[in-house]
Each structure stands twice: as C-alpha cells, then as structure tokens.
C-alpha cells in the first residue's frame, strides 16, 4: 500500500499564498503521475495539476500562471505553491499517486486525505 499525507492548507487572504505538500510512504516500486485535485462543496472534485515523473505540467486553466506544482523524486513528494488565490480557490484539496507497489505488477491511483484551504475577502 501506499500512503499521502498532505499538509499545508489553511485560512489565507485573497491575493495570498500558500503551499501544500503531499508525502508518499509504503512499499513503493515507483510512481507515475503526481497531482492536485480539489472540490468545493457542491461540487465534483476536480483537477488542479498534474506532473509527471519527468516534471511535465498540465493546469487547468484557472489557475495557469498562480499556482506551480514540483515533485522530489527522491523523497516522493509533491508540492503545490499558491499563489494570488481567489474566491474561487476554496476546496479541500486532495493529493494523488499513480503508483506502483513492491509487491504488485501494476499502477494505481492513491489519494490522501485531503487538506482545506479557505481563502477570506
């Protein structure tokens, strides 16, 4: 199995930044793609990155040029920086692993627990 823990959110106000991070753990053979989802209430989860394990990006296209995601490969961890977040950024967001076990011959996705991020006007 594999584990996410995410940390990093909380209240911030509009036109802030903020920085999540997103470890994976277990028995890893390897991991795929990295990335960020999130969902506000009401609504379906969404993608709000991706990268690969060559570093390619994919965004969506509202948050192209606030929000940059990273990953270190060495310590399997993904990072998304924040910046100039809006009104429209609040959601739990989740982290998520296409990944590989030790023990299995095929990838997977793996998601954490999800962590808030509130912005005030």
């Known amino acids: 199995q594999v584990q996410l823990v995410e940390s990093g959110g909380g209240l911030v106000q509009a036109g802030g930044s903020l920085r999540l991070s997103c470890a994976a753990s277990?028995?890893?053979?390897?991991?795929?793609?990295m990335g960020w989802y999130r969902q506000a209430p009401g609504k379906p989860r969404e993608l709000v990155a991706s990268?690969?394990?060559?570093?390619?990006?994919n965004y969506r296209d509202s948050v192209k040029g606030r929000f940059a995601i990273s990953r270190d490969n060495a310590k399997n961890t993904v990072f998304l920086q924040m910046s100039s977040l809006k009104p429209e950024d609040p959601a739990v967001y989740y982290c998520n692993a296409v990944a590989r076990t030790t023990g299995e011959s095929f990838y997977r996705h793996y998601w954490g627990q999800g962590t808030q991020v509130t912005v005030s006007s």
């Open positions: 277990g028995s890893i053979f390897s991991i795929n793609n």
């Open positions: 990268i690969t394990s060559g570093d390619s990006t």
